[in-house]
């Protein structure tokens, strides 16, 4: 297991090389920076055009530029910025913003997949099966952003019912204070809740599809008939038998689906007005600010290997039928 | 084949002696697959939907009487029968704008469909086939596509040639370009089981070049898997297409979406709800349909599932 480990993280390297090449050599043919800087009126003087494609590094080779980029990096710098920004800061600061979303949207729809699963797999062509199931397909047929400010009307109105402010329907919770605990929790909770169901909902649609299906084929396998003629309970043969198994396939469509969940967060940011990455990378595309669009996609893209890497030991865990040495 | 008066007889009096009609022994797959899929019901009332809203985009906009870029005089109406879905507070009659919205985003979701189907069938078949080191650099490259959120790809390419009155092309194409990836996958997948088959190793026997045996023995084996692969592609374009639209990054003003309709109602959203009702009831629609029929298709296209 460890051996794989290691191994896995050695081809991340030159993987992640190549497609920071890729990604480097695609933004900068895809247009000019200064474009705009070029169309304005007046003119901007050539002095300060020139001074700009210094500072942005467009006088020199590609080559060399990415190469600049590149050993900045290791020293944690991500390379200048036309609005002056501390892009490695800025990252830091945004990426602690946005995990939090990522993380509980990702467990909140996994939770509520494998409970679909379970229920669906089980009570198989019941009516909740039929409800579970025409709900999945609703909410992957769900724009996020759709969803989200469905979520936002909804939550001004409980908020008039209750006559306080318990869901907040904008901002990342960044500069409010709370002063007990309780209220704290509170706070947490307002922040934190409208954007995880936003940006859970279209994953759990697609992962409880693929989970029941996988836990239909789990339960009707020889060693599920196994555990049920030695006697076991139906809950013990489902859940530790039948279960365990079907969420090893489930995994690769949750793995599968990380680039998507984080492009999603982008918009469900953008709905929320959180400062977070998506709003890091609105902005910057908005100005054309190619580093800062760089440095996100180099982030965007070590999250997504980290998180199939996750997914594959967390396979092996699951399904002991599978083992990675050689 | 003799004139058909003394067939038809002949197989009358087949019938008549109780023996099936000659015809009715050949083997159509595609009429054994229709039939099939037309006894799905929820994939057939789907299709019904579907075209009822491609008629209603196409075929609506030109017939209605206001225009999605003329202004009329009714202020933040709410929904009536002189403007079923409502205006906003400029006067726009939203019907038009969804008719023109839905043109706008089927149009970008069909083009994606086709052309992200063609590469990725392509590139998929030739990897699968050709194998070696060939497969690992087409399919490593298809990796790498992948490790990037295609909203943010898209969201700058877009941007980066937007406007005119061909930007909704341009979306199209960046949403295309970075999609593919997925047709590649499950074309290679089928293409690595066929290429060992009979009647391949027969093609290749014959003489057929590699590129005869991709397009005329693998390719349309693969058609069934790369229809269902398809409208999965189109039903994920639209969301796409309405989540760059929204963000800003996609089809641009003067000319609409459904994304962008509702990326422009968002700040009314106590005061006119209406505006953002009905783009985001379409595009669920469509989404929701093109899923039905999905489904519809994989079931009729696929021998091993049997209806119950």
Known sequence: ?326 | MPSSTPASAMSDRAVEIGQAPAQEQVYRPWRAIARKFFSYKASVVSLVILILIVLFAFAGGPLWKYSYAVSTSDLSAPPSWEHPFGTDHLGYDLMAGVMRGTQRSLSIAGTVAVLATLIGSIWGAVAGYVGGWADSLLMRIVDLIMIFPLLAVAAFLARQSQGGEHGWLLVALVLATLSWTVLARVVRSVVLSLRTREFVIAAKIAGAGPVRIIFRHLLPNTVGPIIVAATVLVASAILSETALSYLGFGVQPPDTSLGLLINQAQGAISTRPWLFYFPGLFIILIALCVAFIGDGLRAALDPKQQRK
Request: glycine share 8%; hydrophobic share 55%; no cysteine.
């Open chain 1, 1 to 326: 297991m460890l051996a794989y480990l290691v191994r896995r993280l050695l081809v991340m390297i030159p993987m992640m090389l190549i497609a920071s090449f890729l990604m480097f050599v695609v933004i900068s043919f895809s247009g000019d920076p200064l474009a705009e800087l070029k169309t304005m009126q007046p003119p901007p003087p050539p002095e300060v055009l020139h001074a700009m494609a210094v500072k942005l590094r467009l006088d020199q080779p590609l080559l060399d530029r990415y190469w600049m980029w590149l050993s900045g990096l290791f020293v944690g710098d991500f390379g200048p910025s036309i609005h002056n920004i501390d892009i490695g800061a800025e990252l830091v600061k945004r990426l602690g913003v946005s995990l939090r979303l990522l993380a509980l949207g990702i467990v909140l729809a996994f939770l509520m997949a494998v409970a679909a699963s379970v229920i669906g797999a089980v009570l198989q062509f019941s009516w909740a099966d039929h409800i579970i199931s025409f709900v999945a397909v609703a909410m992957i047929s769900m724009p996020v952003f759709w969803l989200a400010l469905q979520l936002k009307r909804l939550a001004i109105s409980i908020n008039q019912e209750l006559g306080f402010r318990l869901l907040y329907t904008s901002g990342d919770g960044a500069g409010m204070t709370a002063s007990t605990p309780w209220d704290r929790v509170l706070l947490l909770i307002g922040v934190l809740a409208l954007p995880t169901i936003a940006l859970s909902m279209q994953a759990f649609g697609t992962w409880s599809r693929y989970g029941r299906v996988a836990l239909i084929d789990a339960l009707n396998s020889e060693y599920v008939k196994l555990a049920r003629a030695k006697g076991l309970s139906e809950t013990r043969v489902v859940l530790a038998h039948g279960l365990r198994t079907s969420l090893a396939p489930m995994l690769t469509v949750v793995a599968a689906g990380g680039a998507g969940i984080l492009g999603e967060s982008v918009v469900t940011e953008t709905v929320f007005q959180w400062r977070g990455m998506g709003d890091l990378l609105v902005t910057g595309i908005q100005n054309n600010d190619v580093y800062v669009v760089l440095g996100w996609l180099l982030v965007a893209g070590l999250i997504i290997m980290v998180f199939n890497l996750i997914a594959d030991i967390l396979y092996a865990v699951l399904d002991p039928r599978i083992r990675y040495e050689r």
